[in-house]
């Protein structure tokens, strides 16, 4: 059974970085296409980076271009997401998400079009 487990959230003062990342059992992230989505308090889940594992075709968030970048190692079945430049409108619980690359990574960003999520890691920006 497919699972994915993310790890590496925390509080963190605004224009500080933190690395999340999100490891996969039960299948292999490399044939996937990968999303990483926040969710805040009151407010609805978005798309935050959407990766193809295979091209490596990437889409970024405008309000978090330059300023979040996803990575792979693959020996290990993980994702990475680098958040820098951390600002208080960052804050949530961040969600890794699995799929098949069957659409645009745009498009499956936008309409959140993954079928396997994490359980999600807290984020919280603050001084």
């Known amino acids: 059974q497919a699972q994915l487990v993310e790890s590496g959230g925390g509080l963190v003062q605004p224009g500080g970085s933190l690395r999340l990342s999100c490891v996969g059992f039960g299948f292999t992230l490399d044939y996937a296409a990968i999303g990483w989505f926040r969710q805040a308090p009151g407010k609805e889940r978005e798309g935050v980076v959407c990766f193809n594992m295979r091209d490596g075709t990437t889409y970024n968030r405008d309000s978090v271009k330059n300023r979040f970048n996803i990575s792979r190692d693959s020996a290990k079945n993980t994702v990475h997401l680098l958040l820098t430049s951390l600002k208080p409108e960052d804050a949530g619980v961040y969600y890794c998400?699995?799929?098949?690359?069957?659409?645009?990574?745009?498009?499956?960003?936008?309409?959140?079009?993954?079928?396997?999520w994490g359980q999600g890691t807290q984020v919280t920006v603050s001084s």
């Open positions: 998400a699995a799929g098949p690359r069957d659409a645009p990574v745009q498009a499956l960003c936008e309409r959140i079009g993954f079928p396997y």
